[in-house]
């Protein structure tokens, strides 16, 4: 497994419950320009749209040998489709259902079969109290790691 791209700001701003692998239905030249590292989910968002997954605003540009003339109709943020199970799918709509509940794109990443595949996950955007609880909590710990090794030695 080849991570391509990571939402980093996911980690601070939301707390998690779930997650889930899931396909992507891509062009050629968008697959490309993926496994090139051109892809970026920083402001991605996943709905439920129609019965199906999918997720918005992320932006893969154009892949830079691609003709232009070939592909002039080419959107770099438009909605794509996520592959997923009935079954999975319909939990996933039930969490969603639930209020403060938002599914976030984590990381893009390329599987065994060279497949470019979305972790998401579930879960809820944090307030600011919270993040300093978390931070208070670290700082509390990496404190008492410290005390611990200088009484050792």
Do not use: C
């Amino acid at each position: 497994m080849k991570i391509i791209t990571k939402n980093r700001y996911a980690y601070h701003d939301y707390s998690f419950d779930k997650d889930y692998n899931v396909g992507i239905v891509l062009k050629w030249h968008e697959v490309k320009s993926i496994k090139y590292g051109h892809v970026n989910i920083k402001d991605a968002i996943i709905r439920i749209d129609n019965k199906e997954l999918r997720i918005i605003n992320m932006d893969i540009p154009l892949y830079e040998k691609a003709s232009i003339a070939q592909i002039w109709w080419y959107v770099a943020k438009w909605k794509r489709k996520l592959l997923i199970t009935k079954k999975e799918l319909a939990k996933i709509s039930a969490m969603l259902d639930k209020s403060w509940n938002v599914a976030i794109p984590l990381e893009v990443y390329l599987d065994k079969r060279w497949l470019v595949k979305l972790k998401i996950w579930i879960g809820k955007l944090m307030r600011k109290v919270e993040k300093k609880q978390i931070l208070k909590e670290k700082d509390i710990k990496k404190q008492m790691d410290r005390d611990i090794k200088s009484m050792r030695s």
